[in-house]
């Protein structure tokens, strides 16, 4: 069955560095990725989508790399800062229901910006 | 805009009562998700519709769950009788469906529910 990976131990950095974060998946190759932010006592809020035939997508301090060969996709945040302090889940479509809408969510990755 | 509204945002509850969970989508938009999410298991989907009728409720954990949809602006979530292991957080969400492929989710606050 499909799986999905992303870092379960939180990733600590200092304010103004880069963060990224890891999405890995298996068994299949999904047409889209998503990734969500979410803040505690909060549901996930959308930040970017990437399609399979796109390389990278840039939103502000925010970028995000989808590398199918290696079935991975990276979360960069530049020039982070403490507010960035979250966590952030990845999302894909279940094998054979990229049309219907439906996603499955990683675990997530905790970052913390320290000042 | 609202948002996605859910009611209650927390709900203690002993075991083997009936709780119901509820849940306003963003008007205009055509599907709706319910998940539960918890520390061990992630963000789980239990069930969707896609213009007010159950598409894939394979989510939804024993019979003892259920969920309905009787408009496009109102779902219920409800477990009777409900059990300790069902104390998570409930999270309702909707998206204007476009094809699947460009489809981005709205999330409610959610609710927290714990069975004692």
């Known amino acids: 069955s499909q799986k999905i990976e992303q870092n379960s131990e939180a990733l600590n950095i200092q304010e103004g560095k880069t963060a990224t974060l890891t999405c890995n998946y298996t068994?299949?190759?999904?047409?889209?990725l998503q990734w969500y932010r979410q803040d505690p006592g909060r549901g996930p809020v959308f930040l970017l989508l990437?399609?399979?035939?796109?390389k990278e997508k840039r939103k502000e301090r925010l970028k995000v790399t989808f590398d199918t060969t290696l079935k991975q996709s990276l979360f960069h945040i530049t020039a982070s800062q403490p507010a960035d302090s979250a966590t952030y889940l990845c999302?894909?479509?279940?094998?054979?229901?990229?049309?219907?809408?439906?996603?499955?969510f990683g675990q997530g990755t905790t970052l913390q910006v320290k000042p | 805009d609202a948002g996605v509204i859910q009611s209650p945002r927390h709900e203690v509850t002993e075991m083997g009562q009936e709780v119901t969970l509820r849940c306003k989508p963003i008007?205009?938009?055509?599907?709706l998700f319910w998940y539960r999410q918890t520390m061990m298991r992630g963000l789980e989907l239990l069930i969707y519709f896609n213009n007010n009728v159950p598409i894939d409720d394979s989510g939804m954990p024993e019979d003892r769950f259920s969920a309905k949809m009787p408009n496009a602006s109102f779902s219920t979530l409800k477990i009777q009788p409900s059990e300790p292991r069902d104390s998570a957080v409930y999270f309702c969400?909707?998206?204007?469906?476009?094809?699947?492929?460009?489809?981005?989710?709205?999330f409610g606050p959610g609710t927290r529910l714990t069975v004692l």
């Open positions: 068994n299949y190759s999904p047409a889209y």
């Open positions: 008007s205009g938009h055509n599907s």
């Open positions: 969400a909707s998206s204007l469906y476009s094809g699947g492929l460009t489809d981005t989710q709205y």
């Open positions: 999302a894909l479509p279940p094998w054979g229901s990229s049309n219907t809408g439906k996603l499955i």
């Open positions: 990437i399609r399979e035939n796109e």
